[in-house]
C-alpha cells in the first residue's frame, strides 16, 4: 500500500508482524508533547506561512520537480563522500548508494545529531530509521529516481555537557574529558573508561556484547571523536544502506564560501529571521533560537569562538585574533574549513550542498528550520519538506500483560501519575470507598426536617443547613479514611504503576528522550533495528509502542 493510499483517521490498534506488535497511539493522547509539536503533526498547514511544502507525502512530486532545477556538484559531494569511507568498508548496499549521488535522478533524505555517546538517546534511531523508511517507500513509489539516506554528524558543536552521557537501566554513564573546542575534534582518552563501564552494567548475559566489542575496536582505529561516533552508526545501520557524512570538511565547505561572506561581512540572516519570529509569535508560539549579528565560529586548533564586528575590525571573541574586511574575505576563501557554522546557518549548508528532498527531525527542530524561509529564499537555496520523526517506546509483552492485569488501558500511562493512579483506583475490583449514596439519604434527611423545623421556628433554618453541612462533611472525612484504607490495601498494585511510568517516563518525559537503544539491543539482540525499521514510517503521525518478546530479534 502507498503512504497516499493509508487513512490516519483510523482508532487505536493492535497490528502484529510476526513477533513485534505495535500499538498506535493518537497523538492527542502523548500529553508529553509540546502544543507546537503535536499541532505540527496534525495540522501542519496552519504553518504554511512558515512551509515551503506541507507535511504531506503526496506533495513529493512537485518537491523532485524542483530539486531537478536545483541540483548541488554532485561531484564535490561524491568525493568528499568517498574520501570520507576510505577505511570504513561500507556494505554493498551503501556503496551503491553513495555511487548513486553522482546522477543527476538521485536525491537524499537528511537526518542529522550530535555526536552523543553510544548514539545518545532513544530519539536517534527513531531519526535514522524513519529516514530510511522514508527512502524505501519513496524508491517503491517513485521508481525513475533514486533516493539515499543520509545522517550527518553535528561534530562541530561544542557543547560538551550535552553529548557526554547515556542514559540505560536508570544509570548514567558519563564520558569524562578537559578538552575544548568542536567534540568531533576531541581525542578519545576517557571513552574507553565510559565503555567498560557501559560493559559492567550490561553483564556477560547480554545481548549487546558484541556491539560492544565493535565499538571498542572502532575505538582504537578511531582518531577522533567524530570518527568514533559516525563509525558506530555505520556498525548499527549501515546493512540498510545508510550514508554518514561529517560535513566538517574543506571540500564541501569551499562551495559555501560565498554565504560565508555575506553572512559575516552584511550579516543577512538576523533581520530575515527576527521578521519570522516576530510572525510565529504572534500566532503564539516562541521563537526557537537566538540570532546573532554574526552567525559564525572562527575554529582554529581546540578553538571553536564567536566573530564579532567592532568597527571595520573583526574580532575573534575571547582572542587576540582579529581581521580587517580584507583579511576576512582572504581567510575565508583560502581557510573555509576554519568557519564553522552555528545553528542558523547549519540548515543553510547542508541544503546548499546535498540534493535534498525532506528534512527528519524531532519537534525542536523543526520549530527552528520554520524560522528559515526566508533567509532560505534570500540566497536561492531550496528548502525542504520538514517531516516529523517517528515517536514511540520500546517494551516486552510481560509488560503489556502486567498493564492488563492492572486493569489499565495503554492510553492511561500518558495521563499524570496522580490521574492515572486515580483512574486505577475507580476500575480496580477493590471496595467502593465512595460514599455516595449515604451523602444523597443525608440530603435528603435534613431536605425533609428543613421543611418541618421552618413551618415551627424559622429562625433555625440556617441551623439545620449549618448541621447538615457538618454531617455531609462527617461523611467525607469517613470517605477519605476508606479512600486510603483502599489505597493501602491496593499498594503493591500501585507501587506497580509507578514502577511503571518510572519506566516509560523518566523524569516525567518519553521514553525516547532519556534511554539508549542499547538498552534494547541488550535485551533484544541487534536485529530489533530491522524490526522497529517496518514500522518507522513518519507519516503514520501516530506514537508508537512497540512491543517485543526476548529472543524474538537477533
Excluded at 193 to 209: D, H
Aim: with cysteine; net charge negative; glycine share 6%.
Amino acid at each position: 500500500m502507498k503512504l497516499s493510499d493509508r487513512q490516519y483517521n483510523q482508532p487505536t490498534l493492535f497490528i502484529k508482524y510476526k513477533h513485534m506488535k505495535v500499538l498506535e497511539i493518537d497523538i492527542e493522547k502523548v500529553q508529553q508533547f509540546s502544543k507546537r509539536d503535536s499541532e505540527y503533526l496534525l495540522h501542519s498547514d496552519s504553518f504554511s506561512d512558515f512551509l515551503k511544502y506541507d507535511f504531506d507525502y503526496n506533495l513529493f512530486p512537485s518537491i523532485i520537480e524542483n530539486r531537478l532545477n536545483h541540483s548541488p556538484d554532485r561531484t564535490i559531494l561524491h568525493k568528499v563522500i568517498e574520501s570520507q569511507y576510505v577505511d570504513r568498508h561500507p556494505s554493498e548496499l551503501t556503496r551503491k548508494n553513495i555511487d548513486l549521488l553522482q546522477s543527476n535522478h538521485t536525491f537524499t533524505i537528511i537526518t542529522a545529531h550530535q555526536p552523543s555517546l553510544m548514539t545518545g538517546p532513544l530519539y536517534v534511531p527513531f531519526k535514522i530509521l524513519s529516514t530510511i523508511c522514508l527512502t524505501n517507500q519513496l524508491a517503491a513509489d517513485h521508481p525513475k529516481y533514486n533516493f539515499v539516506p543520509i545522517f550527518i554528524t553535528g561534530g562541530e558543536d561544542h557543547d560538551f555537557d550535552e553529548i557526554n552521557h547515556m542514559h540505560i537501566y536508570g544509570k548514567r554513564v558519563e564520558w569524562k574529558s578537559d578538552h575544548q573546542g568542536s567534540v568531533g575534534l576531541f581525542f578519545l582518552d576517557g571513552v574507553s573508561e565510559a565503555i567498560a563501564e557501559l560493559k559492567e552494567i550490561l553483564g556477560e548475559r547480554s545481548k549487546a556484547l558484541a556491539l560492544i566489542t565493535k565499538a571498542e575496536a572502532l575505538l582504537s582505529s578511531s582518531k577522533n571523536y567524530g570518527e568514533f561516533s559516525i563509525g558506530l552508526i555505520q556498525v548499527l545501520f549501515d546493512h540498510m544502506g545508510l550514508v554518514t557524512v561529517n560535513m566538517d570538511d574543506a571540500g564541501l565547505k569551499s562551495q559555501f564560501i560565498p554565504i560565508i561572506k555575506k553572512e559575516i561581512t552584511t550579516g543577512f540572516s538576523k533581520s530575515l529571521i527576527e521578521e519570522t519570529q516576530k510572525k510565529i509569535e504572534a500566532k503564539g508560539h516562541s521563537a526557537q533560537t537566538h540570532i546573532r549579528d554574526i552567525n559564525f565560529f572562527y575554529r582554529k586548533g581546540e578553538l571553536r569562538n564567536r566573530i564579532e564586528k567592532e568597527g571595520d575590525i573583526y574580532k575573534v571573541v575571547d582572542t587576540d585574533i582579529t581581521f580587517s574586511e580584507e583579511a576576512m574575505i582572504a581567510e575565508i576563501e583560502n581557510h573555509p574549513e576554519r568557519f564553522s557554522p552555528n545553528v542558523i546557518m547549519r540548515p543553510l549548508y547542508q541544503e546548499l550542498v546535498f540534493p535534498n528532498l525532506a528534512y527528519i527531525g524531532g519537534g525542536g527542530e523543526l520549530a527552528y528550520w520554520m524560522e528559515r524561509l526566508t533567509q532560505f529564499q534570500s540566497v536561492d537555496i531550496p528548502f525542504p519538506m520538514l517531516i516529523r520523526r517517528t515517536s514511540g517506546m520500546i517494551t516486552g509483552e510481560s509488560t503489556m500483560s502486567q498493564i492488563d492485569k492492572l486493569g489499565l488501558d495503554i492510553n492511561m500511562l500518558f495521563e499524570d501519575e496522580h490521574s492515572l493512579i486515580k483512574s486505577y483506583l475507580k476500575l480496580s475490583e477493590a471496595p467502593d470507598f465512595q460514599l455516595n449514596d449515604i451523602k444523597k439519604e443525608i440530603e435528603n434527611i435534613y431536605t425533609k426536617a428543613y421543611d418541618q423545623i421552618i413551618k415551627i421556628d424559622k429562625s433555625l433554618g440556617k441551623t439545620t443547613q449549618a448541621e447538615k453541612v457538618k454531617s455531609i462533611k462527617s461523611i467525607e472525612y469517613l470517605e477519605s479514611k476508606l479512600k486510603k484504607s483502599v489505597k493501602q490495601s491496593e499498594e503493591q498494585s500501585l507501587n506497580r504503576i509507578k514502577k511503571l511510568t518510572g519506566k516509560y517516563f523518566p523524569s516525567n518525559g518519553l521514553q525516547e528522550r532519556h534511554d539508549n537503544i542499547i538498552e534494547y539491543i541488550s535485551s533484544y539482540g541487534v536485529g530489533i533495528l530491522d524490526k522497529l525499521l517496518e514500522h518507522c514510517n513518519p507519516f503514520d503521525k501516530k506514537f508508537k509502542v512497540f512491543v517485543t518478546e526476548k529472543g524474538d530479534a537477533s
